[in-house]
Each structure stands twice: as C-alpha cells, then as structure tokens.
C-alpha cells in the first residue's frame, strides 16, 4: 500500500530524517491559520498518489502573500484526473544540491538494495538508463540490522557525510515498516543542513495486518469485497468476465481473449480449493459490473470439485450466460449438473475463450 | 529429479494442518505408485506423537531428522511463521526445502532464503506448487494424473498455468522430465538460473518450458545462462501496466518489466516464445 507524501514524512521524520517544517491543509480557508508557523516562502503540493505530480502542476510554489489564492486554485484542480482533497504546505528550502536516495528490494540480487545517485530529481530514470554508472547501489545482507559502514562510504564517496546518517534512518523505516520502497528524491543539500524533499513509502500488502493498518486503501470498494472473500480482482475496460484460479491461468485467459479479438470487463483469481459458495460470491462479484456482458470460468485443478464448482454456478443465477471450462475431480458429475441449463460446458481454454469471444461479437 | 537422488525420505512441516494432512495423503499415494518411500515424518511445535495417515509427527525437525533418514521439507506452514519453519529445516540439514505457503512478508522471505543459502540448502518458493519428476517423486501439491514420464523439463512461475501446460503437453505426447513451480513472488529461493542449470546437468532433460510472467528480468537471466534448448511462454501480454514503484523499481530493472519487452528480449536471445499455450507442444516438437 502507498503512502502519501505527508504520512511518508511523517515517518521518516519519526526515526530522525529532517523533513521540512510543514503543515497539512484539507480546504484553502486552513491556509491563512497555518501560515504564522513559516517565514517567507512557501510550497503547496497536492498530496495525490500519481506519478508526475509536480509536472502536471500539482506543486505550487508561493509567497505568504499569495498562498491563500494559490491554495484555492490547487484544491480546485485534478492532477491527472485526481480531485486534490489535502494539500502540504511546506517551508521553501534554499536548495544547493540534491542528490537521489532509495531503497527498495532486488529481485535477482534477493536483497535490499540502496540506490544513490549524485544528481536527484524528476530526470532521475533517464539520467540512469544514459549513464547508468550516475546511479550507485549497494546490496544489503538481509540479515544485517544496519547498513555497513563501509557500504555507506562507498556508496555516498564525496558527497557530505550526514547523508550516511540518512541512509541508515532509511533502511531503518525500510526494514521495520516492511517496506518495498523508500525514496527520497530529491534528497537536498541546504544551508541548514540535509532535508528530505520528497518522500516516498510503499509497505508490503503481505504486512499490512503486522503493521496494524487494517484498511488496504490502494484498492476500490469491488476490489476490497474481492479482498474478503480472499480473492484478487481487477476491472478493466472490455465485456468479458473472467474468472480463473491462480495468477497465472487467469493471466493467460485475459491474453487469450486478447489474442482472438475480445476484451476482458474484469478478472477474478478465486485462489486455490474453490469450494460452491465461494464460486457463487466470485460469479455474483464478477456479474455485479455492469459491463459484463458474458461470463469465461475457467478453473483448472486436481484438487477443485468440479460438481460443487458447478452447484456454486448455479447459485449465484446470474442473468449473463456463463461459460465453464472445469477440469480436476468429479469433471463428469459437474457436467451433468450444469447440462439442460443455460451454461455451455466446453472442455479446453481454447474453447471457452472463443466461445466467450464469439458471445459478444 | 533434478535435486538430489530420485527416492529423498520427505518430511513435511505443518503436518497437522488442513493443507498438510491433505497432500500428506496424496504425496503418500503418489509414492506407493511409484514404489518410492514418500512422507516418512511431519512436524508441528506441540503435536509431537500424533500421527498423519500413518506418518508420525515430531516437534521440531531436528527431532525428525535424528528419526529419519531425510533430505527435503515440504511446507505448508501458515504465512506468519513459514520463513521460521524454512530457516529451521536448513538448520536441521535438509538440502532441499519447498515452500508451499502464499502470502509471506517479502522481508521475511529474504532473510529465510538467504540463512538457508548459508546453510547449504535449497530453497524452491515460496508461493510455489512445488516440483514433480514423473515416475520418481512428488514434492508439493501438483496434480500428478495430469504428468507424464519423458525428457521435457518445465520450470514456471506459476502453478495452475503449470498444469495447463503439463496437459497440453502430455497430450500431444510430450513427457516431462521433472517440472518445477518456483513460485510467484517477488523474491524467491530458486530462480530460473538455478533451475536451467539442474537440468543443465540432468541427463534425462533434453528440451525446456520456460513459463513466465510480467515483472522482473529472471526469465531472461536464466535463458542467457543455458545452452539447452528452450521455449518460452510469458504471460500477461494484456494485462494493465504494473502500478509504478517510485523510480527505483524502474532504475532496476532497466524500466521493462512488461511481458511485450519481455518477450522481445527473449526472441533476441534466439527462444521461440508461444503465443498462446497450446502452441507449446509443436514449438517443443521442433526442438527435440
């Protein structure tokens, strides 16, 4: 689940990272009130979760004079279709340099990785495929509870020494807060010392429940339904519904639809074992949006049972048709149950994928 | 069998179980097939002296191990102690451990893995269906009527998808040699290297299904390292681009994770990759 800047903040400022003095705003008629705290200048910036946020005009930067106005019109505004509900007014820092820091995990490497480079901000990602050498990284020993010395003096050379501080309070919020990302970029260099001007925190769905956050807010209401009854779920923009088990099947269902011409409304990953009324919950979720216009079951298993699959089928009565390829336990007896009804049984993915294609042609 | 001999004694952590009673059985089942010696212990911390379908339980695996003569360790453990019952069975001195359990903490995942690097053994998941060489051994939950004996290995990161290819395969009449789930998560134990270069160094292994997903680079890694033949499938060509991880996630992994690149970068390499599954059989066909 993604942080937003001012709770990624707020924990980074929690184990000692400086963060600029800031307040955060849910209307602009908050901003007047929150002003005496700051000196002279300030930065608005929209706390949305999308990519590009200070390009597509979500960070104002203001005088006190102007910031009642300059508030109005953020809170006004989308940032790449994002209604703006908070906003974090934040002192201006005099800027000498910044630099860029994350953490995050390598997946071939199989340990968390430091990534630091000598030039941070909003060109980092093109700077690092022309000049990869510009982006320095530095794998960590799980198994460590702290950030070698010597990786840390490697890793930051001739920048300044209080940027080692900051790497191992980072790591600290990274390992504790089972995070899959902590960035700071940029990472600035100020008269006043090192600040984090940005902030960045992702925590691992699998830890949600450890780190006592009960509400997963990255997904939509459908989703979260999904959620409880331990499926995932993803709404796209086609007809078709699919419901598969295991990730990979139902990927490759969506691509076979893909590859005959049709276009998926949503998918569903019942996981493992589905037993009749999980597949009712997962058939009515998967009807339950409007653009479904046909439904693909494609499930795939030895230790499914196919006659309860189709008895849980047959409970959920939806008005789309449904069609079902089974395969595991019992194959025959599902068969039966579902034959003289209005589902077509079809033996193969193939087959399902064309027939729920051709449904909606 | 691609790690170790074709008959290990098996112990399977999380005994008691719902998920470790049930594949007890049709590990157990699978083995008296196959005349091989299947679960000889479970261990569950505080169900010592019960017994699994005949299969006695222990309380932790150093006491399973004096008992038995054993090298692998099934899990089925729930998520929250999982990576404790990993780093305990490469304590204990098993070679092999196969991590069942979905849904494990990353950071976990990457301490258990690497204490049992250090500790000599294996590590095949987790969030894997485990591995099964046909005709010799089932270590896992794969359906084993959908297998069948050859020369054909299969090493995937999925499960169900697994099967579907396993059928297509034997279907067409393809055998497979062992077929292996590394598992679907972020960090894994074996990745796609280290399964390529055991079948490497297996005689019975003549060709290669790779079967793959969006995310990560390990699919191209491991085809670069092999000089057995390989076809590859990847899956979630269609699939909604990745929610983006900040820069660091692309500074990583060079910005393409996506199955279209991905799937480029393996045709670079000189590896047919299918478009659907049931092209799997033919492009296999031209490679043996």
């Given at each position: 689940m993604k942080f937003l800047?001012?709770?990624?903040?707020?924990?980074?400022?929690?184990?000692?990272?400086?963060?600029?003095?800031s307040a955060l705003i849910r209307s602009p008629d908050e901003v007047s009130a929150c002003l005496d705290g700051f000196d002279s200048a300030v930065v608005l910036k929209a706390q949305v979760d999308?990519?590009?946020?200070?390009?597509?005009?979500?960070?104002?930067?203001?005088?006190?004079?102007?910031?009642?106005?300059?508030?109005?019109?953020?809170?006004?505004?989308?940032?790449?279709g994002v209604p703006v509900s908070e906003v974090l007014v934040e002192e201006r820092l005099a800027i000498a340099h910044e630099y860029y820091l994350s953490i995050t995990i390598d997946r071939s490497g199989k340990h968390p990785v430091i990534l630091f480079a000598e030039a941070g901000g909003v060109d980092i990602e093109s700077a690092a495929e022309e000049r990869p050498e510009a982006v320095r990284k530095a794998l960590v020993s799980p198994l460590l509870n702290e950030v070698p010395q010597f990786l840390i003096r490697d890793l930051i050379r001739g920048a300044p020494v209080e940027i080692g501080g900051v790497i191992n309070r980072l790591y600290h919020v990274f390992c504790d807060?089972?995070?899959?990302?902590?960035?700071?970029?940029?990472?600035?260099?100020?008269?006043?010392?090192?600040?984090?001007?940005?902030?960045?925190?992702?925590?691992?769905?699998?830890?949600?429940?450890?780190?006592?956050?009960?509400?997963?807010?990255?997904?939509?209401?459908?989703?979260?339904?999904?959620?409880?009854?331990?499926?995932?779920?993803?709404?796209?923009?086609?007809?078709?519904?699919?419901?598969?088990?295991?990730?990979?099947?139902?990927?490759?269902?969506?691509?076979l639809i893909d590859y005959h011409g049709g276009s998926a409304a949503n998918f569903l990953d019942v996981g493992g074992g589905a037993g009749r009324e999980r597949v009712m919950?997962?058939?009515?979720?998967?009807?339950?949006?409007?653009?479904?216009?046909?439904?693909?079951v494609n499930l795939l298993g030895g230790i499914t049972l196919c006659d309860e699959v189709a008895q849980g089928?047959?409970?959920?009565?939806v008005p789309q048709q449904v069609i079902v390829r089974l395969a595991g336990t019992n194959e025959e007896a599902g068969r039966r149950i579902l034959a003289g009804r209005d589902y077509l049984m079809v033996a193969s993915m193939e087959e399902a994928v064309r027939a729920g294609v051709e449904a909606v042609q | 069998m691609i790690y170790g001999g074709r008959d290990p004694g098996i112990i399977v952590q999380g005994a008691t179980g719902k998920q470790g009673v049930f594949h007890i059985?049709?590990?157990?089942?699978?083995?008296?097939?196959?005349?091989?010696?299947?679960?000889?212990?479970?261990?569950?911390?505080?169900?010592?002296?019960?017994?699994?379908?005949?299969?006695?339980?222990?309380?932790?695996?150093?006491?399973?191990?004096?008992?038995?003569?054993?090298?692998v360790s099934v899990?089925?453990?729930?998520?929250?102690?999982?990576?404790?019952?990993?780093?305990?069975?490469?304590?204990?001195?098993?070679?092999?451990?196969?991590?069942?359990?979905?849904?494990?903490?990353?950071?976990?995942?990457?301490?258990?893995?690497?204490?049992?690097?250090?500790?000599?053994?294996?590590?095949?998941?987790?969030?894997?269906?485990?591995?099964?060489?046909?005709?010799?051994?089932?270590?896992?939950?794969?359906?084993?009527?959908?297998?069948?004996?050859?020369?054909?290995?299969v090493v995937s990161r999925s499960g169900t998808l697994t099967y579907e290819v396993v059928d297509e395969l034997s279907r067409a009449g393809i055998g497979q040699s062992t077929v292996v789930g590394i598992g679907g998560d972020p960090v894994i134990g074996q990745t796609f290297v280290d399964v390529l270069a055991r079948f490497e160094d297996d005689p019975q292994t003549?060709?290669?299904?790779?079967?793959?997903?969006?995310?990560?680079?390990?699919?191209?890694?491991?085809?670069?390292?092999?000089?057995?033949?390989?076809?590859?499938?990847?899956?979630?060509?269609?699939?909604?681009?990745?929610?983006?991880?900040?820069?660091?996630?692309?500074?990583i992994e060079g910005g393409e994770g996506d199955a279209r690149s991905k799937i480029r970068r393996l045709r670079e390499l000189g590896v047919p990759v299918a478009s659907r599954p049931s092209e799997i059989p033919e492009l296999i066909k031209e490679m043996l």
């Open positions: 800047e001012y709770e990624a903040k707020k924990v980074f400022g929690e184990y000692g990272i400086p963060v600029p003095k999308v990519g590009g946020r200070g390009k597509a005009g979500g960070i104002v930067m203001a005088e006190k004079s102007d910031a009642v106005k300059a508030a109005e019109d953020l809170f006004s505004r989308e940032i790449r807060r089972d995070a899959l990302l902590a960035e700071i970029n940029p990472l600035v260099i100020t008269p006043a010392g090192v600040y984090a001007a940005d902030a960045k925190l992702i925590i691992d769905d699998n830890a949600l429940r450890r780190q006592g956050i009960s509400v997963n807010r990255d997904l939509t209401d459908r989703e979260r339904e999904a959620e409880k009854h331990g499926f995932s779920y993803v709404e796209l923009d086609g007809d078709i519904g699919v419901i598969g088990n295991g990730a990979g099947l139902t990927m490759s269902t969506l691509d919950h997962a058939v009515r979720l998967v009807a339950g949006m409007p653009s479904v216009k046909v439904i693909i089928i047959i409970d959920a009565g | 059985g049709l590990m157990n089942a699978y083995a008296r097939e196959v005349g091989g010696q299947g679960v000889v212990a479970g261990v569950t911390p505080g169900r010592g002296g019960q017994e699994v379908h005949g299969v006695p339980v222990y309380d932790s695996m150093r006491e399973a191990m004096e008992n038995h003569d054993a090298s899990i089925f453990v729930p998520a929250a102690a999982a990576c404790d019952s990993v780093m305990e069975a490469a304590h204990a001195g098993c070679d092999l451990v196969v991590a069942i359990t979905e849904h494990i903490p990353v950071h976990d995942t990457m301490k258990a893995v690497e204490y049992a690097r250090l500790h000599g053994a294996s590590v095949i998941g987790p969030n894997s269906p485990g591995l099964l060489s046909p005709g010799e051994v089932k270590l896992g939950i794969m359906p084993a009527h959908l297998f069948s004996p050859g020369s054909v290995g003549k060709a290669v299904v790779l079967i793959g997903e969006v995310g990560g680079n390990l699919e191209e890694e491991g085809v670069s390292f092999t000089d057995l033949p390989v076809v590859a499938y990847i899956a979630g060509v269609s699939a909604p681009p990745e929610k983006r991880m900040g820069h660091a996630g692309a500074i």
